[in-house]
């Protein structure tokens, strides 16, 4: 089995494979302040819970945009798994051309998620992830990535609302089913999800016009991709574990290397 870790800025999300298969997943909080010993329970009790053998994973990779996790993390899975985990960064096999002035100074994230796409869905392809932040990015048609941005999640925005506006409450995020807001919540959630649907739009018809790249396939990911487009009329795919499949993927690039 391999055990691959998605580190985020809110939640570690952790998957199991067995072969190709992912047969489970778990997510816990991104805390700074976890001890090694904290995370190597909560990864065992995990494995416990769902009757797997702890001692059967043979191989670990990391995928962290969190630096200050890091320490613990991986001497917990030294101590509790015996493994020492693979770390993903640029200077790895990727078979993707990093194109930037600093390739190592890409989002790890994102350079797993185009990693996934390219090998999973073809190429070009324009790979959205929504998160805590939006990130936008393109792989052409050679496995370049050539172009990339990020701006500010649907959570984040709702967040700011809320926090500098005295009478703004918290709303559910949904994807709204009428531009008719009849009420303040209503008017909250249409106008927080429809600025992130029509920035979406927007981004998309601009890239492929001026990368010149009219069919590239769009891939998204990330938990509030489905508030984005629930009726699939802007992505091509939809793939909520892009980024485990990517870890995945790297990891078979880079065993006994």
């Known amino acids: 089995m391999v055990l691959v870790i998605d580190v985020g800025n809110t939640n570690m999300v952790f998957g199991l494979y067995e072969?190709?298969?992912?047969?489970?997943?778990?997510?816990?909080?991104?805390?700074?302040?976890?001890?090694?010993?904290?995370?190597?329970?909560t990864i065992r009790s995990f494995f416990e819970d769902e009757g797997k053998d702890i001692k059967n994973v043979e191989g670990v990779i990391i995928g962290s945009v969190v630096?200050?996790?890091?320490?613990?993390?991986?001497h917990s899975i030294n101590k509790y798994i015996g493994i020492e985990p693979m770390i993903v960064s640029a200077d790895m096999k990727l078979d993707l051309v990093i194109v930037r002035d600093d390739p190592k100074t890409a989002g790890v994230d994102r350079v797993i998620d185009l990693v996934a796409a390219?090998?999973?869905?073809?190429?070009?392809?324009?790979?959205?992830?929504?998160?805590?932040?939006?990130t936008f990015d393109v792989v052409n048609e050679k496995g370049e990535f050539i172009t990339g941005f990020i701006s500010?999640?649907?959570?984040?925005?709702?967040?700011?609302?809320?926090?500098?506006?005295?009478?703004?409450?918290k709303v559910e995020l949904v994807a709204p089913q009428t531009f008719l807001a009849k009420d303040t919540i209503s008017s909250l959630q249409i106008g927080i999800v429809a600025g992130r649907i029509g920035e979406t739009i927007h981004i998309i018809e601009t890239l492929k016009k001026e990368l010149n790249i009219p069919n590239?396939?769009?891939?998204?990911?990330?938990?509030?991709?489905?508030?984005?487009?629930?009726?699939?009329?802007?992505?091509?795919?939809?793939?909520?574990?892009?980024?485990?499949?990517?870890?995945?993927?790297?990891?078979?690039?880079?065993?006994g290397l």
Not at 67 to 74: A, F, G, Q
Not at 118 to 134: C, F, Q, S
Not at 238 to 254: A, F, Q, S, V
């Open 216 to 255: 590239a396939k769009v891939v998204a990911t990330g938990g509030l991709a489905k508030i984005i487009d629930p009726d699939n009329k802007i992505f091509d795919i939809c793939d909520p574990i892009l980024t485990l499949k990517g870890l995945k993927i790297i990891y078979e690039k880079n065993k």
């Open 19 to 41: 072969g190709d298969e992912l047969i489970s997943t778990w997510r816990m909080s991104t805390e700074m302040a976890k001890t090694a010993d904290e995370i190597g329970i």
């Open 67 to 74: 630096p200050n996790i890091m320490y613990s993390l991986t």
């Open 118 to 134: 390219k090998e999973l869905y073809g190429t070009p392809a324009i790979v959205i992830d929504y998160g805590t932040a939006n």
């Open 152 to 169: 500010a999640g649907v959570k984040i925005c709702a967040e700011a609302l809320y926090q500098r506006s005295a009478q703004l409450p």
